[in-house]
């Protein structure tokens, strides 16, 4: 017999369940605006209503220790959650502060009374701001390490073609800051060191059963002949290694949203990595 809805953990319909249980989402493109290029490395705001929609019920705690501009604390204003997030740099944690501002008043001027708020912090002290055990949902997408944010090289016609190769595969993202502690000036080691540490302290927070969802894409080093980094593979293991459960994978197809580039012609032939990973981690129950 169908469970009701108010029966399921996050108030699907069988329906529902199973239409959104694809492992490939090529569907939550939303428009950006251009509040959205001052960040940079936004994911749309319909993945992160898909995602709290799965994962998290009305009433839940929702939380995003990369925070951003507040893609998911909007989300969960949106969609009648309690969102908290944390940003290392000032000016984000503004502009999100703002977006949330006008997500949580209604046509009439009142405010919902859930809290809904990105604070300006580093994300490794998210212990001073949540309690053990209540968060069933995070959603973040982390930072790029530096493999792909240095300056692009002079343009000329006396530039080598192997260094051609390496900068038509770059998507160099510009860095957030010059803080020597943001997670996008780390070398991938220690980047994933650091990650690791932020990992338990979220797992910490996490109710048992709870989820924590991480968007991330691969990379190709930039530094060493374009080498292909799985870090979504790593960030998996980590995770693991980290106390959580290896929940799911999903794929977020972005071929459509991405032009394609001839890349490492006519020598060395490389894929477009038009595609990012949604690493599904759950909290596991005591037996």
């Given amino acids: 017999m169908t469970k009701s809805t108010d029966e399921t953990f996050n108030g699907l319909s069988a329906k529902e369940w199973t239409v959104l249980s694809k492992n490939v989402w090529n569907d939550v493109s939303s428009p950006r605006q251009s509040v959205h290029m001052l960040h940079g490395a936004t994911f749309p705001q319909a993945l992160a209503d898909r995602v709290l929609s799965l ?41 999100a502060a703002n977006l949330i501002d006008k997500e949580k008043t209604d046509l009439f001027g009142s405010k919902q009374l859930l809290r809904h708020e990105v604070i300006c912090d580093d994300c490794r002290s998210l212990e001073k701001h949540l309690y053990s055990s209540s968060v069933q949902l995070t959603l973040s997408a982390p930072p790029y390490p530096n493999m792909n944010t240095r300056p692009p090289h002079p343009k000329g016609p006396g530039r080598p073609r192997k260094v051609d190769v390496v900068e038509e595969m770059s998507e160099r993202v510009p860095a957030h ?55 979504h593979a790593d960030i998996i293991s980590i995770g693991v290694v980290a106390g959580w459960k290896h929940h799911d994978l999903i794929v977020w197809d972005q071929n459509d949203q991405r032009r394609l580039m001839l890349l490492g012609y006519p020598n060395v032939f490389y894929s477009n990595m038009n595609c990012s990973y949604l690493i599904v981690f759950r909290k596991p129950k005591d037996e």
Avoid: C, H
Avoid at 56 to 81: C, E, L, N, W
Avoid at 200 to 207: A, E
């Fill in 177 to 231: 800051s010059l803080r020597q502690d943001d997670f996008g000036n780390f070398g991938y080691a220690m980047y994933l060191d650091e990650l690791k540490r932020v990992l338990k302290k979220v797992l910490n927070v996490t109710r048992e059963g709870g989820y924590s969802v991480w968007v991330v894409r691969d990379q190709r080093d930039t530094y060493n002949s374009a080498q292909y980094v799985p870090v």
């Fill in 55 to 95: 994962y998290s019920k009305q009433g839940d705690i929702v939380f995003d220790p990369f925070a951003g501009i507040g893609t998911t604390v909007i989300a969960a204003a949106k969609m009648d959650r309690i969102g908290i997030g944390i940003e290392l740099q000032q000016q984000f944690s503004d502009i």
